[in-house]
T-cell receptor
Framework: QQQVKQSPQSLIVQKGGISIINCAYE??????FPWYQQFPGKGPALLIA?????SEKKEGRFTISFNKSAKQFSLHIMDSQPGDSATYFC????????????FGKGTHLIIQP | GAVVSQHPSWVICKSGTSVKIECRSL??????MFWYRQFPKKSLMLMAT?????????EQGVEKDKFLINHASLTLSTLTVTSAHPEDSSFYIC????????????FGPGTRLTVL
């Protein structure tokens, strides 16, 4: 599997601030890019996903920005809350999302009250 | 979102024994399910694709004879870790996609396997 590179590894944001996590990929066959949130000892929960035909998608406080030419995508969490403290994974797959996911290494996010 | 369950949530076994983990899609049918493995504080690694009615497809480096996968129905896939050893201890998580424009994959809660 081609690698998906995620940064930063860890992030500390003040309550109410914007959390930004970035990912980059190399495999141009990837056509589905989801973000997952994971709490310790739990399975990942789907937050938001995007296809390459759009440059931005927003759902509530979560926004994905996608740059096809740069092969990069990012997650923005607006008005970050302590409950958002978790590990976030970007992922990618081909086949319109029907194939298995290749995950980034994860970002440990801490929201300070 | 769709619901995917796993059973058991945790299991402890002795070295050399086999352990079966079940993955069920509760409110939708899944002709394909995926099995991932996650080590502590690490990312998820795709192990295999489970296909209803046909053989599973394994990722490079995953031993098919050690990790037996059976997709018995449109809502159930099982992963059997055969002759388990301490190095097989890990968090095993399954996912199932809903067939729509995004084929969104929903994950189960995971199964913590500890081999003594």
């Amino acid at each position: 599997q081609q690698q998906v590179k995620q940064s930063p590894q860890s992030l500390i944001v003040q309550k109410g601030g914007i959390s930004i996590i970035n990912c980059a990929y190399e495999n141009t066959a990837f056509d589905y890019f989801p973000w997952y949130q994971q709490f310790p000892g739990k399975g990942p929960a789907l937050l938001i996903a995007i296809r390459p035909d759009v440059s931005e998608k927003k759902e509530g406080r979560f926004t994905i920005s996608f740059n096809k030419s740069a092969k990069q995508f990012s997650l923005h969490i607006m008005d970050s809350q302590p409950g958002d403290s978790a590990t976030y994974f970007c992922a990618a797959s081909s086949g319109g999302g029907a194939d298995g996911l290749t995950f980034g290494k994860g970002t440990h996010l801490i929201i300070q009250p | 979102g769709a619901v995917v369950s796993q059973h058991p949530s945790w299991v402890i076994c002795k070295s050399g024994t086999s352990v079966k983990i079940e993955c069920r899609s509760l409110d939708f049918q899944a002709t394909t399910m995926f099995w991932y493995r996650q080590f502590p504080k690490k990312s998820l690694m795709l192990m295999a694709t489970s296909n209803e009615g046909s053989k599973a497809t394994y990722e490079q480096g995953v031993e098919k004879d050690k990790f037996l996968i059976n997709h018995a129905s449109l809502t159930l896939s099982t992963l059997t870790v055969t002759s388990a050893h301490p190095e097989d201890s890990s968090f095993y998580i399954c996912s199932a996609p809903i067939v729509n424009s995004y084929n969104e994959q929903f994950f189960g809660p995971g199964t913590r396997l500890t081999v003594l």
